[in-house]
C-alpha cells in the first residue's frame, strides 16, 4: 500500500509503513476543510534515521469544495481534502490512482508546518480495529470500507513520531 506515499512523495511522503485505505471515500466533501488555506508552494522534509531531510518540493492548489490539488516537480496533481478531528488534528483523505481508491493520512496543520503523524495499522489494537469494522490485509495494509464512524477511529488511532513535514515557502 505505498500508493499512499506517492501522496506525500508529493510532500508527506515515506511515511507510512503502516496504510489505512478504502475503496470509497469515507469522508464526505461537506466535512472538508481550507486546512491549507489558499495552498502555495511548499518545502518537504523526511525524518531519517533520526535527521530531518530535504525532499522534492510542490505546490498546492486550492480548488472548489475545500479539495486541493498537490502537484509535484513533473506536473502530476493529487486531489486531497482535509478533515478536522475533534482532537485539533486532521484526517487527509487522497485519492489514489486510478481505481485504487483513497489513502488516509494523520496531519497536524500549524499556520507554518503541516507535520504528517503516522499511525500504523500493524501497531493498533487488533481485537479494537476488528471491533470498528477494520479489514487488515496484512501488515501493512487496513482497509477502513466497513468502519461506520471513521472521526472516531482516526481519533483513537495510536500515534507514531512524526516522520515528514511541509513547511510553506
Do not use: W
Amino acid at each position: 500500500m505505498r500508493r499512499i506515499t506517492a501522496f506525500l512523495t508529493i510532500a508527506l511522503a515515506t511515511l507510512l509503513s503502516g496504510c489505512f485505505a478504502s475503496d470509497r471515500p469515507m469522508f464526505s466533501p461537506d466535512t472538508a476543510v481550507r486546512a491549507l488555506g489558499d495552498g502555495g508552494k511548499y518545502g518537504t522534509f523526511e525524518q531519517d534515521q533520526g535527521k530531518e531531510k530535504p525532499s522534492d518540493p510542490l505546490e498546492v492548489r486550492a480548488r472548489p469544495g475545500n479539495v486541493y490539488e498537490f502537484i509535484n516537480q513533473k506536473g502530476h496533481a493529487t486531489p486531497v481534502t482535509f478533515h478536522a478531528l475533534p482532537n485539533g488534528e486532521h484526517v487527509a483523505q487522497v485519492k489514489l490512482e486510478g481505481d485504487s481508491g483513497y489513502g488516509y493520512v494523520l496531519a497536524r496543520v500549524t499556520p507554518k508546518d503541516v507535520l504528517i503523524v503516522p499511525a500504523e495499522c500493524n501497531k493498533q489494537d487488533a481485537a479494537k480495529m476488528a471491533a470498528l469494522g477494520v479489514v487488515q490485509r496484512n501488515q501493512y495494509e487496513c482497509r477502513i470500507d466497513k468502519v461506520a464512524d471513521p472521526v472516531a477511529l482516526f481519533v483513537g488511532l495510536k500515534r507514531s513520531e512524526q516522520v515528514s513535514r511541509m513547511t510553506k515557502e
